[in-house]
């Protein structure tokens, strides 16, 4: 009988920590591939580097969620490339959409709870 607790135990030990380890690797974003490389963080002084203005940024953005309403928007550094990260919000959710500085292309879409003020 204690053999038989103890390998339940160390088997749903086993369990534990890989659906842990699979919750926590899924959470890790993959890297973006966008078209406009930069250095580093300096994406404000980029601005000349953009191929497409922040209101296709923001259209592009409410494209891919059309319930959304846009909140702001920002000319970003992500993963070495020039983005706009463009901010969203539903009743229930905020989004932050990371569109391509050169493309208008969608390459993420984050999204958390909104906030309830």
Known sequence: ???????TFAALTLLFFLGVGTACTAQRAEPIRGSIAVADDDAAER?????????????????RLTDATYTGSELDEEDGFLVYDVELRTATQEYDVL???????????????????
Do not use: C, N
Not at 1 to 7: A, C, D, G, N, P
Not at 48 to 62: H, S, V
């Open 47 to 63: 601005g000349g580097l953009a191929r497409i203005t922040p209101e296709q940024a923001r259209d592009a953005a409410l494209a």
């Open 99 to 117: 569109v391509d500085a050169g493309t208008g292309d969608v390459l993420r879409v984050e999204e958390e709870p909104a906030d309830r003020d």
């Open 1 to 7: 009988m204690h053999t038989i607790l103890r390998s």
